[in-house]
Nanobody
Framework: QVQLKESGGGLVQPGGSLRLSCAASGTIININAMGWYRQAPGKERELVTRIPTGKSTYYADSVKGRFTISRDYAKNAVDLLMNSLKPEDTAVYYC????????????????WGQGTQVTVSS
């Protein structure tokens, strides 16, 4: 089994910064990509940023220039540094990873963290 454990999040004033961290554990042969999604109240879950192995990093237009994702391949971990936070960034943030968990099966499965609340408010 594979688990994604998130940390970070909380309450911050507009213009402030937060760092989210996520680490994958369990039976992991390889991780194809890791990223962060978010879901605000009454809205659908949306992709914020994603860093595939050996490919370009994706950022949603709404966070470009403010958010930075970094990945530690050795630790199967990913961080999200969020600067210049706005009230509209308020949401539950979910870590996501595409994981290969068996040498005998060349297939990747999607896993999710439990979610961490980010609230931007004065």
């Amino acid at each position: 089994q594979v688990q994604l454990k998130e940390s970070g999040g909380g309450l911050v004033q507009p213009g402030g910064s937060l760092r989210l961290s996520c680490a994958a554990s369990g039976t992991i042969i390889n991780i194809n990509a890791m990223g962060w999604y978010r879901q605000a109240p009454g809205k659908e879950r949306e992709l914020v940023t994603r860093i595939p192995t050996g490919k370009s990093t994706y950022y949603a237009d709404s966070v470009k220039g403010r958010f930075t994702i970094s990945r530690d391949y050795a630790k199967n971990a990913v961080d999200l540094l969020m600067n210049s936070l706005k009230p509209e960034d308020t949401a539950v943030y979910y870590c996501n990873a595409d994981v290969r968990r068996s040498w005998s099966e060349d297939r990747y499965y999607g896993y999710w963290g439990q979610g961490t609340q980010v609230t931007v408010s004065s």
